[in-house]
């Protein structure tokens, strides 16, 4: 079931990118990352890169996790304890949807995560992943 849902969101976003068609401000979003240079949406990249610790950001947010959670269908908590709502689309559905605040949060949370910026296949792969959740 979990690999025909994914099958699903991922042969729409690949119909929507590659042949314009509108099919919601988050598949416009993932266009603008396909026009930037993203490749087809791979959500197990994404998985990967919101389970990741990585050693190259700030030593108080190794990961997407220390704030987040583990599940990205349960709320999470910033480091001063603001909450933060779920990163899955099924439970936040506008989530992805305002271009402005993907740039913003991408930006900041990948330079904090990372180290650096993400590039526009690792936002399509995060975006997807979120997608299937």
Same mark, same amino acid.
């Given at each position: 079931m979990k690999n025909a849902k994914l099958f699903l969101i991922t042969a729409s976003i690949i119909l929507a990118v #590659?042949?314009?068609a509108e099919a919601g401000p988050r598949e416009n979003i993932i266009a603008a990352f396909t026009a930037q240079g993203a490749?087809?949406?791979n959500p197990a990249n994404g998985e990967k890169m919101f389970n990741?610790?990585?050693a190259t950001g700030k030593?108080? #947010?190794p990961g997407c996790t220390t704030?987040?959670?583990k599940d990205p269908r349960r709320g999470g908590e910033t480091r001063t304890g603001k909450p933060i709502d779920p990163m899955a689309v099924s439970i936040t559905p506008d989530r992805y949807t305002d271009p402005e605040k993907v740039d913003k949060w991408f930006l900041r949370n990948c330079q904090g995560v990372i180290g650096r910026e993400c590039t526009a296949q690792e936002k399509v792969d995060f975006i997807s992943f979120m997608m299937t959740q």
């Open positions: #590659t042949t314009g490749g087809a949406p990741t610790n990585y030593p108080d #947010t704030c987040h959670g």
